[in-house]
């Protein structure tokens, strides 16, 4: 019997030769790749939750650390693990998208606590520093392409993870980076002070946050830029034509921005997206 993991959503396959679609995320049989293990080596690694950290009132962070020691394997920014946890008897498997630089000696999942969701609240409410979790190895492919073309990572809520990562990896690079992250008000504005010092460190990085319901407290010109969502009329008017575009968030902000995007570059394969749930193209009607 032969392994296959696929590659968007990280659903094990066993089996003598590779599946034709995805059970979980309707891939298909060329986003499987074999997973070659012998008896000791698992797909899924035992690490040590070493920090849990309150980001806002949606969204917690956990630092994993390796159990065993073992030298960690360099993700490509944009990437997620999978984890897998026993509830009540059953294990469920979700993906997290790792949020941290690549190349540090630990991983970081950033995770939104959904009111009704079985894993992120059970990873919220029942998961401590201390705790070990099952985790894969780095998968996905939603990666930074080779480029020296202004780069425009777009994030809406919790769709920030995978470009929190690329913005750590491509801040240095000299290339012109407009970050645009798009959230509810300050109680969910995820990675706030993080991403000020890269701003702050390096003069290449630009911001553009959007608030769509500020509190009271919120000031516009300090907490964030603009008002509202990010509009066709704002992106047409305010991002370069050239880009290579990175976007991830809640399936209608996905949508919204593909449709934008797609009404201001002529070179469709520099749109670039990671959809949280089963794969989607956004080009389908
Ligand atoms: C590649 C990839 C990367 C991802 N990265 C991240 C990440 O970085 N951070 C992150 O937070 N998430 C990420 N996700 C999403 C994550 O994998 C989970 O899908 C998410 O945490 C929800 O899982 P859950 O078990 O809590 O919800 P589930 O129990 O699976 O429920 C799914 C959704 O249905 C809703 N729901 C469930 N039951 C009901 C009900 N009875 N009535 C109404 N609604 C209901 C829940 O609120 C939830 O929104 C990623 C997903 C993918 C595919």
């Known amino acids: 019997m032969r392994k296959f993991?696929?590659?968007?959503?990280?659903?094990?396959?066993?089996?003598?030769?590779?599946?034709?679609?995805?059970?979980?995320?309707?891939?298909?049989?060329?986003?499987?790749?074999?997973?070659?293990?012998?008896?000791?080596?698992?797909?899924?690694?035992?690490?040590?939750?070493?920090?849990?950290?309150?980001?806002?009132?949606?969204?917690?962070?956990?630092?994993?650390?390796?159990?065993?020691?073992?030298?960690?394997?360099?993700?490509?920014?944009?990437?997620?693990?999978?984890?897998?946890?026993?509830?009540?008897?059953v294990d469920e498997v979700r993906q997290y998208s790792l949020s941290m630089k690549p190349g540090e000696d630990f991983y970081r999942i950033s995770v939104k606590r959904e009111e009704k969701g079985l894993v992120s609240r059970y990873l919220h409410d029942n998961v401590f520093e201390g705790d070990v979790l099952e985790i894969s190895e780095p998968l996905g492919q939603f990666i930074l392409k080779d480029s020296n073309r202004p780069l425009i990572l777009m994030s809406g809520g919790i769709g920030i993870t995978p470009v929190m990562s690329?913005?750590?990896?491509a801040s240095n690079s000299g290339r012109e980076i407009i970050f645009v992250q798009a959230v509810?008000?300050?109680s969910a504005h995820t990675f706030k002070s993080e991403i000020?010092?890269?701003?702050?460190?390096?003069?290449?990085?630009?911001?553009?946050?959007?608030?769509?319901?500020?509190?009271?407290?919120?000031?516009?010109?300090?907490?964030?830029?603009?008002?509202?969502?990010?509009?066709?009329?704002?992106i047409e008017k305010s991002l370069p034509k050239d880009g290579e575009f990175y976007f991830c968030g809640p399936l209608g902000f996905m949508k919204h921005i593909y449709i934008c995007l797609t009404n201001i570059v002529t070179d469709k394969s520099s749109i670039n997206y990671e959809v949280f749930g089963p794969s989607a193209d956004l080009s389908e009607k």
Not at 166 to 169: A, C, G, K, T, V
Not at 196 to 214: G, M, W
Not at 218 to 226: A, F, Q, R, T, W
């Open 196 to 234: 000020k010092k890269i701003v702050k460190e390096n003069n290449n990085v630009q911001t553009e946050v959007f608030y769509s319901e500020p509190l009271d407290k919120d000031k516009i010109g300090v907490d964030y830029d603009h008002l509202g969502f990010v509009s066709n009329e704002w």
């Open 184 to 186: 509810l008000n300050s």
């Open 5 to 89: 993991v696929c590659l968007i959503c990280g659903y094990i396959y066993e089996g003598y030769e590779v599946p034709e679609i995805c059970p979980i995320c309707k891939a298909g049989a060329d986003k499987f790749e074999e997973v070659f293990e012998n008896k000791e080596d698992g797909i899924y690694k035992r690490f040590k939750v070493e920090k849990k950290v309150k980001e806002n009132d949606v969204v917690t962070s956990f630092y994993l650390k390796s159990i065993e020691k073992v030298q960690l394997k360099k993700h490509k920014a944009g990437q997620f693990i999978a984890v897998k946890l026993n509830i009540d008897g």
């Open 166 to 169: 690329m913005l750590y990896e």
